[in-house]
């Protein structure tokens, strides 16, 4: 019966011993739960993007885009350009408005929500001084293409990878 008893205390002093050597600078049970929480809601706007773009396409055009990402998939050396510019060449100026308009909205909304986390998570700074922040040059931003955003969709960057590597 001792044994037994020993036994538990130790097993139920172990989680309290390591709870109080833990880092001070890693998170702690809350804010592990509202990082997951966060994430939700990451995956969540990701699915309402991918939703409403697919939504967009017409039936011949959603069976034109698999294709496309099909033959990239298994091209020996594949062109996402020229992908870029065949999915833009068949898309209705229609289509390509309702995919701009969800990529905008996506864009602001994921925006908003990493203001939000990085509100909720004053993340510790290396030497205790601000990070510095990252200057884009005098590069003006490109406004991306609806084929550009099918194919970053299709690689699971949330359309926008296609756009940030120049691809037209």
């Known amino acids: 019966m001792k044994r037994i008893l020993l036994a538990l205390a130790f097993v139920l002093a172990v989680p309290a011993i390591a709870g109080a050597q833990q880092d001070p600078g890693s998170p702690g049970p809350a804010m592990r739960q509202q990082m997951r929480t966060d994430m939700q809601q990451m995956m969540k706007l990701h699915q309402q993007f991918r939703a409403q773009v697919l939504g967009a396409l017409t039936p011949a055009h959603k069976q034109l885009y ?74 003006k931003p490109r406004t991306p293409d609806a084929g550009a955003i099918l194919l970053g969709m299709a690689g699971g960057h949330g359309g926008m990878m296609m756009h940030r590597m120049g691809h037209p």
């Open 66 to 139: 698999a294709s496309v990402v099909g033959s990239l998939a298994i091209a020996a050396s594949p062109d996402p350009r020229a992908a870029v510019k065949q999915l833009d060449a068949a898309l209705s100026p229609s289509e390509k408005t309702a995919i701009l308009n969800a990529s905008t909205q996506f864009m602001t909304a994921m925006k908003s929500l990493r203001r939000q986390v990085m509100a909720n998570h004053p993340w510790p700074k290396p030497n205790g001084s601000p990070w510095p922040h990252r200057s884009h040059g005098s590069r």
